[in-house]
């Protein structure tokens, strides 16, 4: 049976320098929650906390109902992998994948055989009598999680474990991780800054940005409903423009946009760049635009679009993604067309 | 050019390192050497009877050092791996001040200060004691663990600390199973130097020891004045056999695969 995990208004400086400002997380029990955001957001910080590595400046942190703010990390419930893989050296690949088993008061009588059963799941088997020195990246990485898997953690925490791989492998990894994790089905906090790999693994994510826990959703929200002007972006959305509700339409600086069912409320405006079309002739919902520039981003082309704002002389640039080369020129009149039930308002502007 | 040189200084150097050796080996063999010959006209091993006699001044003076020097070897590097890990892995308010005040003794001549601290050592009764010699001999061997353990922490990750707690091991375990183990080259290196410095240690012993403390180096000197080269031969090969059982035992660590000894580089 695994553990829920709750971080409760946990606060963080380090002399002066807050890192993390309040976090409120439930991480359901059986589940793997990305914490996701780039270097120096405090995910890191955030992990060692919950491992007990660091101690809080100040709120608690609960595996199910038992605060852990005093258990030290050694009488933790938990296991945790590194970004490196932090192989003994003086111990064989056998011995690193026992080392908790060995550490333990009552160490089992059959420890080689649980060794070798672990390694072939990690998809090691006869490892166990090699060094740390004769593995790949890949294969110490996975060592080093069949290591912390021997423990038996009823919380897996793993800080970054697949950045120092290459681009194939971390794909491999990742999977990798997601079906150990079913298996065991052990409640799982997952630290990236790889946006991708947080999307492909996750049952949720938590974005954090500087020392903020910004929004804490499924994968699939943080595209279609990002909830702050920061998530839309490090999501990849290139569009945000500020403007306010009137009726049911959204009124920019160059015009107003129609809404669909059910919007939310708020003063920004999110219009992903491959919801978006480039078109010569005016549709439903439509804006007219100049097309600057366009290129190729892998299989798809990137149009590069102004809009002449109605409120001002200034224009407003606008990015338009799509799979199909249209029929345009540079400095071209075209369309902008967008469905409105693909807008979406973003209700805080932090 | 080069294929006639090489083998030419190689023959030099090696000439240069060995023959006060080759002449200390001859003299302990000797009975009666005489210039201008080039070498002895009769041998004896009564140099080497006297210097292993059981009760004689040089066992028991090899003895009395090498008691003293494991104790200081010790001593000395449980110290200075603490203010080397202090030094290399932690930052605390007057560090640099710190780091100057433990090497400070390899430039300030001991001397100097044995000879300030000799009325403490009188007065607290460590004067001419064992113990006494032992403190003495910690002033000019803990600065160089310092250094060689300074070394040898900076280039340990800590992270494999913390990853042998998040698995579970007590902190005395992850010394032991852990820590231990990749910084032991460190702590070989650093017994070496402890203990040969302590082993040929002259002055500081005679100003602690006085008379009462006879190490080995204390007996050569007696043997020196009596200029009786035969046994002063064969004592110094005595002398020599401890160090270089320990460097035998060392040696892998300090060349070599192990990179974690570079200390020596970096003060």
Known sequence: ?350 | MKVIFRPFFLGLFVFWVFFPFISIIIWSFAAGWRFPDVLPAQYSMRGYAIAFDPNGDIVRGAITSTIIALIVGVIATAIGSAAGRAIAMYNFKMKKAFQFLVLAPLIVPGLAVTMGIQILFIKYGLSDTVRGVVLAHLIPTIPYVVMIMTGTFANFDRGYEEQGQVLGASRVTVLRKITLPIVLPGLAVSFLFAFVISWSEYILTLLVGGAAVKTLPMVLFAFLRGSDLTLVGAASIVFMIPPLILLRFTSKHLVGRSSSVTGLGSV
């Open chain 1, 1 to 350: 049976m695994s553990t829920g995990i709750k971080i409760e208004n946990i606060e963080k400086s380090f002399g002066t320098n807050p890192v993390l400002k309040g976090i409120n997380l439930e991480v359901p029990s059986g589940k793997l929650v990305s914490i996701l955001g780039s270097s120096g957001c405090g995910k890191t910080t955030l992990l060692r906390i919950v491992a007990g590595l660091e101690r809080a400046t100040s709120g608690h942190v609960y595996f199910d109902d038992e605060l852990q703010d005093l258990i030290t990390v050694e009488k933790r419930a938990i296991a945790m992998v590194f970004q490196k893989a932090l192989l003994f050296p003086s111990m064989t690949i056998g011995e690193n994948v026992a080392f908790s088993l060995r550490a333990s008061k009552n160490p089992p009588k059959d420890i080689d055989k649980r060794v070798e059963e672990m390694l072939e799941l990690v998809r090691l088997p006869g490892f166990a009598s090699r060094r740390p020195g004769e593995l790949s990246g890949g294969q110490e990485q996975r060592v080093s999680l069949a290591r912390a898997l021997m423990r038996n953690p009823k919380v897996l925490l793993l800080d970054e474990p697949l950045s120092a791989l290459d681009a194939n492998l971390r794909v491999e990894m990742r999977n990798f991780i997601r079906e150990i994790h079913d298996s065991f089905e052990m409640t799982t906090l997952f630290v990236t800054h790889d946006q991708e790999e947080a999307m492909a693994i996750s049952d949720k994510i938590a974005f954090m940005e500087s020392g903020v826990l910004e929004q804490y959703d499924g994968p699939q929200s943080f595209v279609s409903t990002p909830e702050s002007r920061k998530v839309a972006k490090f999501f990849g959305c290139r569009n945000v423009f500020s403007g306010a509700i009137v009726g049911d339409t959204f009124e920019t600086a160059f015009g107003s946009l129609t809404l669909g069912k059910d919007h939310s409320r708020g003063s920004l405006i999110a219009a992903r760049q491959e919801d978006l079309q480039v078109t010569l002739e005016k549709t439903k919902y439509s804006f007219e635009a100049t097309v600057v520039s366009w290129q190729f981003v892998g299989s798809r082309i990137s149009i590069q679009c102004e809009v002449a704002n109605s409120s001002n002389r200034e224009k407003t640039e606008v990015i338009v993604e799509s799979d199909r080369f249209a029929d345009f020129e540079v400095n071209e009149k075209v369309y902008i067309s967008y469905s409105p039930d693909r807008l979406h308002v973003i209700s805080r502007d932090s």
